[in-house]
């Protein structure tokens, strides 16, 4: 018979870190302000400046959690599927804003 060794398995963490859900909930609520942005424009044909404050603010905090599930990526703390999930959110939508402000200039 044999002896089976005891070996030291060490598996990764499992969750996710607190700054990648954050950055996913900041690329879905950024991503419903601009639905919310986009149908009111359509409704309203006089928009207050609060309408040009709140796209500015969306998009920055787009930017901001692109950045951060950039860092959570390289990180490699938890699971990947919450930081990668929360590029491609804050990605899609930060890419719509500049799309949307550059056709809104011209």
Known sequence: MTKRKD?????RKSGYTAKAVTALIAGIV?????????VWAG????????FAICGTAAL????????????CVKEQDGGYAVPYAGMAVNGITFI???VTYILGLV
């Open 7 to 11: 070996n030291n398995v060490q598996f």
């Open 30 to 38: 950024t991503f419903i302000i601009f639905i919310v942005l986009i």
């Open 43 to 50: 409704i309203k044909e006089d928009t207050p400046k609060a």
């Open 60 to 71: 920055v905090v787009s930017f901001i959690g692109l950045i951060v599930s950039i860092k």
């Open 96 to 98: 719509t804003y500049m």
